[in-house]
């Protein structure tokens, strides 16, 4: 699997990019070609304010994702609803599995 070194996260309530080198990926691979994710990185947001990410669950071997996204955010900053925000990620690799892009699902 690809090593994620940088990226973005946009949509209609955030603007932020991936904070270079602050992931790490403590996935494993099951016997069944499973890889259960347990991915971390840090998010600065586009006013300067950082958000802590995790990702648990799992990648198929077609390169599919599914996982429960965990966020830490600055309680009195413009992403606090996020750390009450229960969050379900879908993804899929590209071809080359250079490239993975993320979607986010508000589940609560």
Request: charged share 25%; no cysteine.
């Amino acid at each position: 699997m690809a090593q994620e070194s940088s990226g973005e996260a946009r949509g209609d309530r955030i603007a932020a990019t991936v904070y270079a080198d602050s992931g790490g990926d403590y996935g494993t691979v099951r016997s069944d070609n499973i890889r259960d994710v347990d991915a971390h990185f840090i998010l600065k947001a586009d006013n300067g304010e950082w958000i802590y990410v995790e990702h648990v669950g799992y990648r198929r071997p077609d390169g599919y994702y599914r996982a429960i996204a965990y966020i830490d955010a600055d309680t009195k900053g413009a992403f606090d609803w996020m750390n009450n925000t229960t969050f379900v990620v879908t993804a899929r690799e590209s071809f080359d599995q250079r490239d993975v892009q993320f979607l986010y699902f508000i589940a609560n």
